[in-house]
């Protein structure tokens, strides 16, 4: 009998040790999430880097089939404008394609060779991320398509 009180005091005692020292590293300023700022062009840079980067080769070959019949060849793209806290992507849910793909992205940027920049461009992608990394898909259920291609002259 004494036995079980022991190990039943040891229990008490063990539970309370780990829950105290929970809620103790949980009110811990280094766990704090930050306050990130509601609307900042900062952000908007580097999510535009960030999503140019990650659909790179998409872009490339849309600016390469677009300017292929102009006997151009695009090496390179900048920001579409002169404003480097510019957001050169958008992204918009809730779309026509929404029965195939997740949200819409619009990208705006400048094609450019090695001698001069070709103009503004501005990609409209319909993209579904939980397919990248699948193989064999139908072109019906590709992970990213093409589905409009504006250009302005410089």
């Given at each position: 009998?004494?036995?079980?009180?022991?190990?039943?005091?040891?229990?008490?005692?063990?539970?309370?040790?780990?829950?105290?020292?929970?809620?103790?590293?949980?009110?811990?300023?280094?766990?704090?999430?930050?306050?990130?700022?509601?609307?900042?062009?900062?952000?908007?840079?580097?999510?535009?880097?960030?999503?140019?980067?990650?659909?790179?080769k998409e872009i490339m070959e849309a600016f390469q089939s677009y300017y292929k019949s102009k006997?151009l060849k695009p090496t390179g793209y900048g920001p579409s404008s002169e404003d480097?806290?510019?957001?050169?992507?958008?992204?918009?849910?809730?779309?026509?394609?929404?029965?195939?793909?997740?949200?819409?992205?619009?990208?705006?940027?400048?094609?450019?060779?090695?001698?001069?920049?070709?103009?503004?461009?501005?990609?409209?992608?319909?993209?579904?991320?939980?397919?990248?990394?699948?193989?064999?898909?139908?072109?019906?259920?590709?992970?990213?398509?093409?589905?409009?291609?504006?250009?302005?002259?410089?």
């Amino acid at each position: 009998m004494k036995i079980k009180r022991f190990i039943m005091i040891i229990l008490l005692v063990s539970s309370f040790t780990i829950s105290t020292y929970v809620s103790a590293s949980n009110n811990n300023k280094e766990n704090e999430i930050p306050n990130f700022p509601e609307a900042n062009s900062f952000n908007n840079r580097y999510f535009s880097y960030f999503i140019t980067d990650l659909y790179h080769k998409e872009i490339m070959e849309a600016f390469q089939s677009y300017y292929k019949s102009k006997g151009l060849k695009p090496t390179g793209y900048g920001p579409s404008s002169e404003d480097p806290d510019y957001g050169m992507v958008s992204i918009y849910f809730g779309n026509d394609f929404s029965d195939k793909f997740s949200y819409m992205l619009k990208v705006s940027l400048s094609p450019t060779t090695d001698k001069k920049v070709l103009g503004r461009d501005t990609l409209y992608f319909a993209v579904e991320p939980s397919r990248q990394l699948m193989k064999d898909l139908p072109k019906d259920y590709a992970p990213i398509k093409l589905v409009k291609y504006e250009h302005k002259e410089p």
